[in-house]
């Protein structure tokens, strides 16, 4: 499992010209620390700074405690589990009280 800390709704957008189309593009980000809990449940000490990225018209996750959603999974390619695009949920509450990010 990996649990994601949100401390604060501050969003940082990064924006240029792709080089490949050499069109404007931008990108909003949300700063996150992603706590690892192995195997056996224990929960590293210290955290890794992470970039969460939102959508365009996305409201920033609200401080607290989140999981990655199991709308975040896809099969893609060669029927292969991947990561889409990254939702987070709030720790603690049921299923069918979340909503999709």
């Known amino acids: 499992m990996l649990r994601v800390l949100i401390k604060s709704t501050e969003v ?39 970039d969460i990225q939102l959508g365009d018209k996305q409201e920033p996750y609200a401080p607290g405690d989140y999981q990655i959603s199991p709308a975040s999974f896809v099969v893609g390619s060669f029927k292969r589990l991947s990561l889409g695009r990254l939702q987070l949920v709030p ?11």
């Open 91 to 101: 720790l603690g509450k049921p299923q069918s009280a979340q909503k999709a990010a």
């Open 12 to 50: 940082q957008t990064h924006s240029g010209i792709a080089k490949a189309t050499n069109k404007p593009f931008s990108m909003r980000f949300q700063r996150g620390y992603a706590y690892l809990v192995g195997p056996d449940g224990r929960v590293d000490e210290m955290p890794d700074k992470c």
